[in-house]
């Protein structure tokens, strides 16, 4: 007998045969389940919950992993789970294979869409020698409303697409801004929401009408190249007017790049794109928009603009209708930034009644704290040792790099991005891989190396061998050194030190926390248990933290689809208290104590 | 004993001693009086009119040339006049020599200022670790309005000019627009106004606040090299988006060119210019904005704009203020454009309560009647003819042009430029010859050229010497030949016709006409008498006519610090009837009849 297993929100479907495991279902369904021990149930990652359908009762295995509350709520080891009925199947983020991870993201979004810019027909009289008035005339004849104003764009495309399509057309009508675009009669009007990270770019194409994300992409952000932080970027646009230009030029271009091709996957054209939304932070921001960054770059780091801002596209080289508007969310600080804000819009922490902290893992950490009432924000400089970098044998989440690390019975285990011999860890695997040594007793509670068989002394210090030279890509050993830990441990412990003053702020403790929400695609890549046993998390039940993937770029399609969104969006800026933690004496010690791993 | 003598409009003064003529005053105040005859009284050329004081009685001279209502309004001949009194004088513009026309233009405007930018001094809190505001809510704060919208190019540019001007500012704020400009404190704020001829460009420097004209020049309209007439260029540009946009792409360099020149001969900087007004002929206007002129080239030859129009400065490639805007007065139709509504209202004649024909001599010739209560415009193709294009000794207005032809004793006596040996006619010389040669019977009603000593067989057909190579600067004859006649007669009847179509369409005959305006540089060279002598004009008295220089210039910078004006300007344009001269099957026979010399 055949049953069907939904598993969301990825959103594949399976007909299994009585009796298979779910592990076995879910690769069926073509689903990367992680599961280092092979199905054995001792590595606990293939962690599922049931929605709804009867399942074969826990296992011995599943009982040593998963506790009370967690059985409670349908939380199961998907290689321990007999299938004997319908399942509808949730897969939690850390328990995806690290590809897997961003395809998660929901193409539907949580709003009504009611976009500012809307699509009107117009039927215009042909001029005669007895009419002859202006195309503009004729067109204001045709509008609802006459006095609104016509981009000079609009005018200028005007006469040959009303001359070739028969006097009918579609204009793009934004409030604020008149009639921003003109198209042939039934075009479908787009946007382009961004969310343009230090690191980063991804964009999604989406049908202003319905509110559906037609297309994504991604991109590095090609600011790389002129300093890997945003605080080397600022002092690379101080040093000339022509640099700063330089640093915009690039990202516009990159933008435009990822325009074309948003549009051609879904066979448009850049003209049909009649509005964006760009969101990033503060400095990311300043350098898109032109705006000076000098002041970011030193005290007391304020932004040139920090409310929402409508920018004719044109103006920043973004090459949508020639008319269209670029809209940027506000700012709340000069390091906290407008995708701050449109992660707190997408998760909606911002209207919260319990306490969630909201995590926003990237180059720059940012930090919300909701009490229920109070919503409290901070900026951490976390660099790039997440993403990889300043690590030693550190690289991005692709073919080949260890995304899981695991201690089983003394030996590390791990498994690798596709299946492909290790050459390098990503940012989830680094942290697994000090979790792991930590409980090794190879790494001691300052991150020093101790003395053990894996550990030797390489050309900067110690260094502790993960993987040997034969079990390796390219035939070096793969190795995790003392500064690797060291680049970790000053990242990680700025992010808890801000959630600590945050906390103490508000005059809370992190044991009154209902909610821990991460966001970012490295965010999403970790196991958390392993963020709480470095000390990265407080240690609360895994279950109250909650992987949402990329929310700025949700939050910023809400923004492109919803005036609504926009204006809640100036609402949380609005009522966001920052703390700067340099202001704060009790940072300092915090952040020396958050550095030690528990 | 000595007397003043001020000379109006050129503004200046002189002491004379008792019993000196006035054409001795001026020659020693420095004002160019045409005076052929050197004195003698018989070329009548030095007419002037005292306004105050006592002076000498008519000569016979002057009863010769001058009517009973002539001299009832104070018209004297400078040569035949004694001072005997302090006076006042005004001369009018037919009796200066023409390089000294284009200074009569007043530097001071009938108008109030009330311009749309006006100058705010802003002082803001400077940021501080416990206020981390940004620039820009700084700003909103101290505004009068604090939910104007900021420009992106003054967001840009305010961080710095803060931090250098202890954090006090002047800002240009715009109504509407919101604030456009940011300058150091105490900045005066200047507007830059432009008539684009198809031929010719004038450029004013002007204080906004007082409206005074700071600078003026002028440059030809580089897209003469892609075309003299307005059709050709739209032929042009229709020939690829490429070629149109550089029509627009030349024009704006020549802008900001005339910008930077005025801007350093006042001792100023382009960005301290925060608006402009434009006004040009339709095609002009519409190359300018960059908008397409196909559907202006081919019947029933519409706009593709007519009303007003703000654009954006940086737009349009203008190198004013980065966020001031551009003004474009409204058009009336595809061929009478928004020079023609600014003549209209610097000279009042949209307003006025008699019949008055209003002429723009150019490449083209508008044609506005108003009959005290109807306006009607037309519009005639004139040619380059009356620049000194297309005539075979023909040149531009400079030094040795031949500006006056007289005929004294059928001598054909001729007065040059500077008084330089003759080397072409300029179009006020041509007009005069022309006038000259048909009263000594050289040339006939149908301007062919009768058999005479001095008419000769040339290459092209019949010529009449008006200089023998012996006289000239350049040791060869100087000619007018058949052609040079025909191209004239096809200009001056076309203009004709259209001030006849008008006067038929409004009830009214020729005799009706209380007053002619003649604006435009040409309109402002020639003698009044010759044009009515060879048809062009009717034949009126001669008081009846009134030269105004380039009034679409003037007219453009009463917009330019009004916001009034500008409002007028759009009720003058919506007021305006348009007549198509070539939907009126009489203009074809009123054409050719108005080809013929009187």
Known sequence: M?????????????????????LQAARDAGVGLAAICGGAGTCGRCRVQVRSGQVS???SAELDVLDADDLAEGYRLACQVAVYDNLKVHIPPA????????????RELPVSPA??????????????????????????????????????????????????????ATVGLRRPGGVVSIHPPGTALLGLAVDLG???IAAYLVDLASGQT?????????????????????????????????LQRVVSQTLNDLLRDLCAQAGREPEDVVEAVVVGNTAMHHLFVGLPVRQLGLAPYVAAVSEALDVKARDVGLEIAAGGYVHLLPNIAGFVGADHVAMLLATGIYKADHVVIGLDIGTNTEVALRTGERLLTCSTASGPAFEGAHIRD???????????????????????????????????????AIAALRRAGILDKRGMLTDHPRVRRGQNGPECVIVEAAETGHGRDLVLTRQD???????????????????????????DVDEVVIAGAFGTYIDVRSAVDIGMFPPLPERRFRQVGNAAGIGAKMALVSTEHRALAVEVAHSAEYVELTNIPAFQEEFARAMLLP
Chains 1, 2 share one sequence.
């Not at 328990?95 to 929901?106: H, I, N, Y």
């Not at 060291?486 to 600590?500: C, D, F, H, P, V």
Request: charged share 25%; proline share 8%.
């Open 95 to 106: 328990s995806l294979t690290t590809p897997q991870r961003l395809q998660v993201e929901g």
């Open 214 to 246: 037609l297309t994504v992409a991604g991109r590095m952000n090609p600011q790389i190249a002129y300093g890997e932080d945003v605080m080397a970027r600022i002092s690379y646009a101080m040093a000339s007017p022509a640099q700063a230009e330089e």
């Open 394 to 432: 550190g690289m991005r989440a692709a073919a080949g790099a260890i995304e899981r690390v695991w201690l089983s019975d003394d030996r590390l285990e791990y498994q690798t991005i596709e299946g492909a011999p290790p050459v390098g860890l990503c940012g989830s695997g680094i942290l697994d």
């Open 485 to 511: 830990v060291g680049e970790i441990q000053l990242a990680k412990g700025a992010m808890r030190a801000g959630m600590k003053i945050l906390l103490r702020e508000a005059g809370l403790s992190e044991d």
């Open 2 to 22: 055949n049953y069907q297993i939904d598993f969301e929100p990825v959103g594949r479907r399976v007909q299994v045969q009585q009796g298979s495991t779910l």
């Open 115 to 168: 976009p500012p810019v809307s699509a009107h027909t117009v039927r215009l009289d042909p001029p005669s020698l007895t009419d002859v008035r202006s195309d503009e005339m004729r067109l204001r004849a045709a509008l609802p409303f006459p006095d609104v104003s016509v981009d000079v764009a609009v005018l200028r495309q005007m006469p040959p697409i009303m001359r070739r399509h028969d006097w009918v």
């Open 198 to 200: 230090t690191t980063k």
């Open 57 to 59: 009762p826990p296992t």
